[in-house]
Antibody, heavy 121, light 110 residues
Framework: QVQLVQSGAEVKKPGASVKVSCKAS????????ISWVRQAPGQGLEWMGW????????NYAQKLQGRVTMTTDTSTSTAYMELRSLRSDDTAVYYC??????????????WGQGTLVTVSS | SYVLTQPPSVSVAPGKTARITCGGN??????VHWYQQKPGQAPVLVIY???DRPSGIPERFSGSNSGNTATLTISRVEAGDEADYYC?????????????FGTGTKVTVL
């Protein structure tokens, strides 16, 4: 069965960086993309970007460009999301999700369990 | 950027029908996906491509999309349907393509 298992909770100081991992299993990793979505406490879902596990192409949300980098390691079927220059409003649960596409659109069909990142001095 | 508007809350009695709307400019021309999120859990896909259901999602969940409004309908509502629901589209209309989530709707089962 498809599973996405994320790394554990992190506590970071403002200005630091965090790197969250997402290990996939149960499907051919390079046949799908991975999206990253975050959710601040009590707030809605915010799409951060996605990466093609096939060729590494990325598409980042405009507000995060310059601070976020998404990568994959096909040898271990693992995706990574690194966020730099952390601020208090980056405190959120970060989710990875598998991206399934047709010719017209894509959707997230399987999700990781989430990783809480807390930014605090 | 593209904006998706949902009502903050919908209340429904058990056994009745809940309808959750998702408004956006000419959203009928886009494919809409819906996610259910229960407290403390990751989102779950319940509808994709406007009206398709993933395996394991009850037939009670259905979707439609036309004009400026997409709708998620939950028939014969059960206590276990209480959750937040989010719509999503892929916005390719601007110079920066991006996924957009709706504002979210909390469904309360009375």
């Amino acid at each position: 069965q498809v599973q996405l298992v994320q790394s554990g909770a992190e506590v970071k100081k403002p200005g630091a960086s965090v790197k969250v991992s997402c290990k996939a299993s149960g499907y051919t990793f390079t046949s799908y993309g991975i999206s990253w979505v975050r959710q601040a406490p009590g707030q809605g879902l915010e799409w951060m970007g996605w990466i093609s596990a096939y060729n590494g192409n990325t598409n980042y949300a405009q507000k995060l460009q310059g601070r976020v980098t998404m990568t994959t390691d096909t040898s271990t079927s693992t995706a990574y999301m690194e966020l730099r220059s952390l601020r208090s409003d980056d405190t959120a649960v970060y989710y990875c999700a598998r991206v399934s596409c047709s010719s017209t659109s894509c959707y997230q069909d399987y999700w990781g369990q989430g990783t809480l990142v807390t930014v605090s001095s | 950027s593209y904006v998706l508007t949902q009502p903050p809350s919908v209340s429904v009695a058990p056994g009745k029908t809940a309808r959750i709307t998702c408004g956006g400019n000419n959203i009928g021309s886009k494919s809409v996906h819906w996610y259910q999120q229960k407290p403390g859990q990751a989102p779950v896909l319940v509808i994709y491509y406007d009206s398709d259901r993933p395996s394991g999602i009850p037939e009670r969940f259905s979707g439609s999309n036309s004009g400026n409004t997409a709708t998620l309908t939950i028939s014969r509502v059960e206590a276990g349907d209480e959750a937040d629901y989010y719509c999503q589209v892929w916005d390719s209309s601007s110079d920066h393509q991006a996924y957009v989530f709706g504002t979210g709707t909390k469904v309360t089962v009375l």
